[in-house]
């Protein structure tokens, strides 16, 4: 049986297909793979936000992509939330060690992860406890994402369906 946490990844979308105007390549999510100095590759977070509108996740996935490589597939696909380990036992049913793992950040298991895929995950965890600007990103565009999808839940509450009189 497939637990609530190992199935949250399953109904996320991308933040421009709701803000379509967003330039990617200028969204300062870009993630650098080194050894030693030598760097291994660049890779872009795109960030999904949850579209359900009865739903408080306060969570995002990340899928990062390469970016010179010219074949679009993510390299790794984490889960963070930025709530309290409580908020997520209660929210998610979770374990402490299950919220302890969302508020860390983890890779998900049914979502393929390659070769780099711990370093970008530790690369992750890094940006977020050295940049709170980029958390204070993420929670800003899960509140973007989550009130456009009320305010089209409640334009659908507000239209009469036309009915012909044929």
Known sequence: MISLMESLSTYMVPFNIFFPE????RSGNFFKVMRGEEELGVFIALELYCPDP??????????FFEVINQE???HASLSYGW???????KWGRMT????LEMKE???EPFNPQLQYAPQLLEAFRS??????QFLEKLKLHYTMVKDKISQKEEHKKNVTPFRSRI
């Open 105 to 107: 950040g983890y890779l």
């Open 83 to 89: 709530e309290s380990i409580p908020f997520y036992q």
């Open 22 to 25: 967003t330039d990617l390549l």
């Open 72 to 74: 679009p597939r993510a």
């Open 127 to 132: 940006r977020i406890k050295e940049d709170p």
């Open 54 to 63: 009865g739903c408080d996740c306060q969570k995002v996935l990340i899928q």
């Open 96 to 99: 402490k060690k299950e919220a």
